[in-house]
């Protein structure tokens, strides 16, 4: 069975398809399950009509499947609670600023 | 302004590496290519608003109606930068979006078709903003004009997102097959001619260049050609979708099948290749304007001369 540290590990590898950001550091992710090879990820968006929904779960899929350990992986989007920019990490942050985006 | 006898200094300048800022540093010649490309700028990314409006009809989900959407709101973002620079110049903006008539818009012949399909709008994703970001990416590198090269770095971002969405929907109406991948390979079709023909006069046709001169940008349309082809041949390769190019390894560039340019038959969307054109004739068809010109614009000037009409700000 994967860690689940090390799934945390690869969704830190994971970009915003826009920003130079991690989806980790957005604070899109919020919670991790594995069992056997099969992976489940909660996570959610910054808002309802995010355009780049497909792509990020595309891409977090891919990037789990890619796992040695791993032979599927789940995307669970939920919307609760919403996210808040308060999710952001202190990279996140620092990130989004230096683009000029308000924090 | 720098009087017009400067200009050969400013160019001397330029190709030493020197950045453009304000009026002040530039000579008449140099403020009016300068002027011409950021229009051209501007109008492009206008025009994809309705023209991919339009096309978000037929989108298959509620998400990538909503991607469009998001895509639409990137491109007037874009027009804006590029009209706010020419405010700067001292060309107002509101004139720019309403005291022109539809013809007088400066944006490629490509923007004046009707996209019609959701396979033609993600072509157009793939294609024609594949053409914006292979020019803006180049402007982005080279450009002597401080503030539009300093503008691009949120233009350029955000345009890498308007391509993965098109790839990535090619990629999946190929994989589809069936009607997807005919409709995607009747897209591709009209489509990969159209962009080629954007990127305007071959290099051996063209005799002065000032937006070379100025360093307006760093390319020349045939580099520039190639660097589009360079990722779209591949792309449609990759997933099985023919298009009249290819690599051709002994002389290491993208080789066109077809005398280029050739003929276009607007109403049915096709291709004449066996009806080479002088590029004189090209410019005249660009000049004409295409089908949907009067259409797109309308839509975006609405109802000008009324209560909340542009003209009455």
Redesign the interface.
């Known amino acids: 069975m994967i860690e689940t540290t090390k799934i945390w590990q690869a969704l830190g590898e994971v970009m915003d398809p826009e920003l130079p950001i991690s989806i980790l550091d957005m604070g899109l992710i919020y919670d991790v399950r594995a069992q056997r090879q099969e992976v489940e990820v909660d996570l959610t968006f910054t808002a309802i009509a995010c355009p780049a929904m497909t792509m990020i779960i595309d891409d977090v899929r891919d990037k789990l499947e890619s796992l040695p350990d791993v032979a599927s992986a789940r995307v669970n989007v939920v919307w609760n609670p919403p996210w808040t920019k308060s999710r952001l990490t202190e990279q996140g942050r620092e990130v989004l600023q230096s683009l000029g985006i308000a924090v | 302004m720098l009087p017009p006898e400067k200009d050969a200094e400013l160019r001397q300048k330029i190709a030493n590496g020197f950045i453009v800022e304000t009026e002040d540093d530039m000579t008449p010649a140099y403020k009016a290519a300068l002027e011409v490309i950021l229009t051209v700028q501007g109008d492009t990314e206008l025009v994809s608003a309705p023209a991919y409006y339009f096309a978000s009809k037929d989108a298959p989900t509620i998400?990538?109606r909503?991607?469009v959407?998001?895509?639409i709101q990137d491109e007037l973002g874009h027009a804006n930068i590029a009209y706010r620079l020419l405010e700067d110049l001292g060309v107002s903006k509101q004139w720019l979006i309403y005291g022109r008539a539809p013809h007088e818009f400066k944006h490629p012949y490509g923007f004046d078709q009707a996209l019609e399909n959701w396979a033609e709008m993600v072509v157009a994703n793939g294609f024609f903003d594949r053409a914006g970001i292979t020019l803006l990416a180049d402007v982005h590198k080279n450009c002597s004009f401080g503030p539009w090269q300093r503008a691009l770095t949120k233009v350029d971002?955000?345009e890498?997102?308007h391509l993965?969405?098109g790839e990535?929907w090619m990629k999946r109406l190929a994989k589809a097959g069936g009607a997807a991948r005919e409709g995607l390979q009747r897209a591709v079709d009209w489509m990969f001619p159209m962009t080629l023909e954007w990127f305007g006069l071959p290099d051996h046709l063209k005799k002065h260049n000032d937006q070379l001169d100025y360093r307006l940008k760093g390319l020349t349309n045939d580099q520039l050609r190639q660097v589009w082809m360079s990722a779209t041949v591949p792309l449609c390769d990759g997933i099985g979708i023919r298009v009249p190019a290819h690599y051709d390894s002994d002389k290491k560039v993208y080789e066109i099948e077809y005398e280029f340019p050739v003929a276009y038959d607007a109403k049915d969307k096709r291709w004449l290749f066996d009806q080479a054109l002088t590029w004189q004739q090209v410019f005249q068809r660009w000049k004409q304007r295409g089908p949907m010109n009067q259409t797109y614009i309308n839509m975006i000037q609405g109802d000008k001369n009324g209560v909340f009409g542009g003209l009455n700000w």
Do not use: G, K, P, Q
């Open positions: 998400n990538s909503l991607a959407y998001a895509i971002r955000e890498v997102l993965r969405h990535s």
